[in-house]
């Protein structure tokens, strides 16, 4: 009885041998998948900005605005940049910027180009009292409404100007409606996760 056993076991594994390595592997990968899901910065404790400019030091200042803001709960930030002379821009904007992006830096001539309600948020009186550095008083505004803060002017520089190869334009800082670091002046009721803002008035800080 136990020789057959041993033979039916020999026989099986001959043919099952591969289960025994690829089981524990696929258990192995799913193990470290999910802590690794499980230790992603939550929306709320990342940021990502957009920026329009040839080119970008984005290492160095996503480390920059992470370090700043890290006492305030920020674990992430990335930097998107894409050329405004590049013929898949507009793309990169629509496809990468307004669904992932919390903050815009964008020339002149791409925001006049855009429908701007139908992206950015309409930064309110409210809005500017306690977020904006005091002083900042010009803005980029379309149908009557503001959607963004001017950065630098074209033949001006900045602290950023050490990051960022910007174009030869006014640039404005613009924030994405659909951020999650916005508190409550989008389209989620977030009050207590503000750190695009509080970011956007670091970003100016050096222009003033």
Known sequence: MKKD???????????????????????????SYLLRVRHLPAPYEKLNLFVAASKSESEALSKNITLTFKEEG????????????????LTKLSVVGYQGADLFLLPY?????????????????????K???????????????????KLKSANQTNWLTTYISFLEEDYYL????????????????????????????????GSL
Request: aromatic letters at 14%; zero cysteines; proline letters at 4%.
């Open 5 to 31: 056993k041993n033979k039916e076991f020999a026989r099986a594994f001959a043919y099952e041998w591969p289960l025994y390595i690829v089981l524990p592997l696929i258990g192995g990968l799913t193990i």
């Open 74 to 89: 920020l674990k992430e930030t990335t930097i998107s940049q894409a050329n405004p002379a590049d013929s898949i821009f």
């Open 109 to 129: 001539s791409v925001l006049k180009d855009i429908k701007a309600d139908d992206y950015l948020l309409r930064i309110s009186d409210e809005l500017k009292a």
């Open 131 to 149: 977020y904006l550095p005091s002083g900042t008083n010009d803005f980029y505004t379309q149908d009557g409404y503001t959607f963004g803060v």
């Open 174 to 205: 613009s924030l994405n409606v659909k951020s999650q670091n916005i508190g409550s002046y989008g389209l989620y009721d977030n009050p207590n996760y503000d750190l695009a803002l509080k970011t956007m008035g670091y970003l100016l800080k």
